[in-house]
């Protein structure tokens, strides 16, 4: 696609479900990556793939974090057992060797 | 540990005048260097970007920045600020695999 989209926009979530929140970014970037930027915070990282490898998740802040990217294109970012702290926007951003980064919209997570 | 910091949270500029938004970071080697512009809702969109050479470097939107490496800055300025600049900057230095550490942003605020 021309862009990177993200889904959903926006996403309500009760303390203790689990979310699932998708990426798509542009067609043929090899590089995917997940951040996470909490209200007046920059983006911090949260995890990097180069195709459908998983190459850092230094970042996930728990193991109730968990992002997969199975055939080399879209992405998943799971969170289980959802917690207030989890409240934030979640930007993914793919690249390709020279092209740089494109980020996506985002979508903001808000835990009740 | 590599950090980048933004000193203003928010600046208010007239329009028409020039404007300056202040990055220093702390990276061991000669870093690759960003400014993001962020607006209400919306993902990051590259301004300009820093690998090497000319330490002035020309970006979208009229957007200029400049690299001393004596300081350890990377200064963003703009000549004369429209009312459309209104938004958040996030200056990013680039880690390895293209991994962003990210100021927590500077908010533009243009007065009439």
């Known amino acids: 696609g021309a862009g990177v989209s993200q889904s959903p926009r926006y996403k309500v979530a009760k303390r203790g479900q689990d979310v699932a929140l998708r990426c798509d970014p542009i067609?043929?970037?090899?590089?995917l990556f997940w951040y996470q930027q909490a209200l007046g915070q920059g983006p911090e990282f949260l995890t990097y793939?180069?195709?459908?490898?998983?190459?850092?998740k230094s970042g996930l802040p728990s193991d109730r974090f968990f992002a997969e990217r199975p055939e080399g294109s879209v992405s998943t970012l799971k969170i289980q057992r959802t917690q207030q702290e989890d409240s934030a926007v979640y930007l993914c951003?793919?690249?390709?060797?020279?092209?740089?980064?494109?980020f996506g919209s985002g979508t903001r997570l808000t835990v009740v | 540990a590599q950090s980048v910091t933004q000193p203003d949270i928010h600046i208010t500029v007239s329009e028409g005048a020039s404007l300056e938004l202040r990055c220093n970071y702390s990276y061991g080697a000669t870093p690759y260097l960003f400014w993001y512009v962020q607006s209400p809702g919306q993902g990051l969109q590259l301004l300009l970007k820093?690998?090497?050479?000319?330490?002035l470097v020309q970006g979208i939107k009229g957007f200029e920045a400049e690299f001393k490496r004596s300081q350890s800055s990377f200064n963003l300025r703009k000549p004369s600020v429209h009312w459309s600049d209104a938004a958040e900057y996030f200056c990013a230095v680039e880690l390895g695999f293209q991994k962003l550490v990210f100021g927590t942003g500077t908010r533009l605020l243009v007065s009439p």
């Open positions: 067609s043929g970037h090899v590089s």
């Open positions: 820093y690998f090497s050479g000319d330490t």
């Open positions: 793939f180069q195709n459908e490898a998983q190459l850092d």
């Open positions: 951003a793919s690249s390709t060797p020279g092209a740089g980064y494109t």
